[in-house]
């Protein structure tokens, strides 16, 4: 489960990297090097309180890092962030190969149902190393939040220790928000929609006959002639080879 740990806590950027709104791959990295600088970005913000400009938003930015709910957030989200990282470069590219893509996408919601099923195995890992670096910037571990009776906007369910609290309200709810994402864009019955999208002619090699009768049965509706669907690719094949119309067709 950690096997890309190493990878995504090797970077050596001195400067935090931006945190772009629109691109989704910004946000792990910026919590990656963020997890990894943790007591240097608490320093800098040190000197900076010291200074006449920016000191007010320095301790309001210190008080934020040095509070062990937003520490836990930090490292829950940027492991869970780590899985559709490359899913997320995958959608990005002009290259993109919708039908593997989605391939991906339900092999992801099934890896995320993987650790909503060992939520315990897995959280705590990230509990440790929350607490790691929690100790190492003399960051108070507080007991466990108090649990009320009726909360209208914010998870509080009730939990025996620390690390189950944060575990049952922040870790499990991430890992359902991110499945029901997945199943709502990824469907399974979408498949065969995609399947149109080897008939750009780079992507003619996954063409087979299954796939084009796939094709005619999900566009039935909307092909003239669907049975005829077979000679027509075959038309189409030779009519792109004859216009030198390949690698370069994209969408």
Known sequence: MYDQEEGLFSQEKRLLPTLAETR???????????????????????????????????????????????????????????????????????????????????????????????????????????????????????????????????????????EQHYRINSFIPLIDHIIKHLNDRFQDDIKPMLYGFYLLPRYFCNLTEDIIGSIANEYINDIPYSDDLPQDVHRWKTFTSIKEIGSKCTI
């Open 24 to 162: 989704w791959t910004s946000r792990t990295d910026t919590l990656t090097w963020l997890l990894k600088h943790y007591d240097k970005v608490l320093d800098i913000l040190d000197e900076i309180q010291n200074q006449t400009v920016g000191n007010l938003d320095a301790t309001s930015y210190k008080m934020t890092l040095l509070n062990f709910e937003i520490l836990v957030v930090a490292v829950v989200t940027q492991f869970l962030l780590g899985y559709p990282r490359p899913l997320s470069i995958e959608l990005q590219s002009e290259n993109c190969d919708l039908v593997e893509a989605h391939v991906q996408a339900r092999s992801l919601a099934t890896s995320f149902l993987e650790i909503w099923e060992n939520a315990e195995e897995a959280f705590d890992g990230l509990f440790k190393r929350a607490s790691t670096i929690a100790n190492k910037n003399d960051i108070t571990i507080k007991k466990k939040p108090r649990t009320s009776g009726r909360q209208r906007h914010r998870a509080n369910a009730a939990a025996e220790t620390v």
